[in-house]
């Protein structure tokens, strides 16, 4: 019983403790889902022009233990990325070669 109990409340801390960030091989938007692979117009059709872009070359999917990103000559790519905010929060979609190779949603 008291097992259960303790579980019970590490499960709630790990999850309270989790809630700030999300990054995602997709994003819902009302009745549409942005996923790894679109386009950059399927962003913009999507989302609208983002509030702030930036150029970066940083590991793609770092981070998650993901090998989705990593390139022929190493395991960096240089990229775009297109951040945005809505909602009370802050979505940062990364470009690589006119692709999304992540979505991070974020509380602001």
Partial sequence: MRHRRLAGLLA??????????SASDSL????RVLVV??????????????THKS???????SGRGSKRGRTA???TAHGEQWQY???????????VAG????IDD???
């Fill in 12 to 21: 709630c801390i790990l999850f309270t403790g989790s809630a700030g960030v």
């Fill in 28 to 31: 819902r938007v009302g009745n």
């Fill in 37 to 50: 692979g679109d386009s950059a117009a399927t962003v913009t059709a999507l989302l609208g022009k983002p």
């Fill in 55 to 61: 150029h970066s070359s940083a590991a793609r999917g």
């Fill in 73 to 75: 000559r190493g395991n």
């Fill in 85 to 95: 905010r809505r909602r009370g929060r802050v979505i940062v979609v990364t470009l």
């Fill in 99 to 102: 692709r999304v190779s992540d």
């Fill in 106 to 108: 974020r509380s602001s």
